[in-house]
């Protein structure tokens, strides 16, 4: 009976993970990559903007990933593939389909992000950096998503409004290539 009861659970976990998430049940916000920019130790920041609201996100990724990123919002096809590409090739190649990116968290300054996979009737939950998971959610057109207690977790202890990220003005700095993009910050 309990082998029974453990089968069961094994076949139902899977499709209860595949029940979509509403923003009420998920506090998961839809957002789009805005820009690529640059702080003002010129370290490359993404910036997430709500889709249906005002708040932005910055997060600080590294210089590959910021390219990589930047690159594919122009539609820029580099001579040979990267990693992102390799990653985007071999989802397909594996018959998968990439549903769906969620940043999750922000702990001890960290982000962190779930790719969410699907391939032969399941779906992967992968951990995943931020940076990562945007460039490949970028490539395969796959929506991106932040959970609303980011957004609050970004700017606790300081004096920011709601939404309005640590260390930043309004609005956000400039895209990279552009000569305000490294006076963006404020520290």
């Known amino acids: 009976m309990q082998l029974r009861r453990t089968l069961l659970l094994l076949v139902a976990l899977p499709a209860l993970a ?11 916000v839809p957002v789009r990559v805005g820009m690529v ?5 010129n370290s490359p920041v993404v910036i997430l903007e709500e889709r249906e609201g005002e708040r932005w996100l910055p997060i600080w990724v590294g210089s590959f990933e910021a390219q990589s990123i930047a690159a594919e919002m122009d539609e820029e096809k580099p001579p040979r593939p990267n990693t992102h590409d390799l990653a985007r090739s ?8 990439v549903e769906r990116v969620v940043v999750t968290e922000l702990r001890e300054g960290t982000y962190y992000a779930l790719l969410s996979v699907r391939a032969h009737g399941r779906v992967l939950q992968i951990d995943s950096r931020p940076s990562d998971a945007i460039a490949i959610a970028l490539r395969v057109r796959a929506p991106i998503f932040v959970r609303s207690g980011v957004f609050e977790a970004a700017t606790e202890g300081t004096d920011s409004e709601p939404g309005r990220p640590i260390g930043w003005r309004s609005p956000p700095p400039a895209p ?4 305000q993009a490294t006076h963006g910050l404020e520290l």
């Open 37 to 41: 920019a640059v702080d003002h130790s």
């Open 176 to 179: 990279i290539g552009t000569p």
């Open 18 to 28: 595949c029940q979509p998430r509403s923003e009420a049940d998920g506090d998961e």
């Open 90 to 97: 071999l989802i397909a190649g594996l018959e998968g389909v």
